[in-house]
């Protein structure tokens, strides 16, 4: 793991995993042996060069920004910097105890046989969150593009600048405009899209997020992207409507607190299933 503020120099001299700070991530509880031996995979593989800064300290998972340098083939020097987003599932953590009831009742895990074994429950939820990144991608809905898996670490596109700062989160974003009704103007088109997509992702992925709030959203250049679809449950789930009201209602409140005269619940419930 870099610190950042690398990524120059000779291909020959980029930084794998060096012994000494692979230590310190597995203090931090963070890679433990097998998730660095899958970075190193990936590295060797060439999806990544390396893991730099992390983006986002979880209670269940860490993401990091993932550059992947490109060299000039005959000097081998660098040409260039492609940034991934890399997700890794904390191993070591009992709140995924608490995620079991979003499993319940889910036919398409319902035969995971993981309960009491931590490093597989981890790996499902990975797994689902993959699975569905893929759902939201084929759907055209606006999200990370899914594009490797490999037991707790997901690796997706990066949605961020080329220097590997990520989108602010809905949360964090400040509007501009020419005025404030210039700016009222703009959180109420962004609550239609909102709105928009999460009736498509009900209609077309099937899916309720279950955990949509203005932090599992990222924001750029007027497009909402939705991510953090670890959880997101199907229609054969039994408390899909819990959670669909769950998540409506939190972006009711949001975009509320940001001056939009909001539809009530009900409406937007209707809107959203019908
Ligand atoms: P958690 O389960 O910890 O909430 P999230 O999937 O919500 O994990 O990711 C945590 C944070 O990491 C997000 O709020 C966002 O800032 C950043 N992040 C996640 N995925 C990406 C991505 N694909 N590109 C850029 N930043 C991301
Ligand atoms: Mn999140």
Redesign the pocket.
């Given at each position: 793991i870099a610190d950042g503020g690398s990524g120059t120099g000779h291909k020959d001299n980029k930084t794998h995993l060096g012994r000494e700070k692979a230590d310190r991530a597995t203090r931090d509880q963070v890679l433990d042996k097998r998730t660095e031996a899958i970075i190193e995979h990936m590295v060797r593989k060439e999806l990544i060069s390396e893991l730099q800064g992390v983006?986002?300290t979880?209670?269940?998972?860490n993401?990091y920004a993932a550059p992947l340098y490109t060299y000039d083939d005959e000097t081998g020097t660098q040409t260039g910097t492609h940034y991934r987003?890399a997700?890794i599932y904390k191993t070591s953590i009992l709140s995924f105890v608490d995620r079991e009831r979003y499993i319940t009742g889910e036919h398409r895990f319902r035969n995971g046989g993981h309960k009491g074994n931590n490093r597989k429950m981890v790996k499902k939820w990975a797994e689902k969150e993959f699975r569905n990144l893929q759902r939201l991608n084929r759907a055209g809905l606006a999200c990370?593009y899914p594009i490797q898996l490999k037991a707790n670490v997901l690796l997706?596109?990066?949605?961020?600048d080329g220097q590997g700062h990520?989108?602010p989160?809905l949360r964090d974003v400040e509007l501009e405009g020419v005025d404030d009704n210039d700016i009222a103007q703009q959180w109420r088109q962004l609550y239609i899209q909102l709105l928009g997509l999460v009736r498509r992702l009900y209609h077309v992925c099937r899916l309720v997020h279950a955990d949509l709030s203005e932090?599992?959203i990222?924001y750029h250049e007027h497009v909402l992207y939705l991510?953090?679809v670890?959880q997101s449950v199907g229609h054969d789930h039994p408390q899909t409507f819990d959670f669909l009201r769950m998540d409506l209602h939190n972006i009711g409140a949001f975009f509320r607190r940001k001056g939009v005269d909001t539809l009530r619940d009900r409406t937007v419930f209707e809107f959203v299933t019908s």
């Open positions: 983006i986002s979880g209670k269940e998972a993401v987003a997700k990370p997706m596109e990066f949605l961020g990520a989108y989160r932090y599992n990222l991510i953090d670890s």
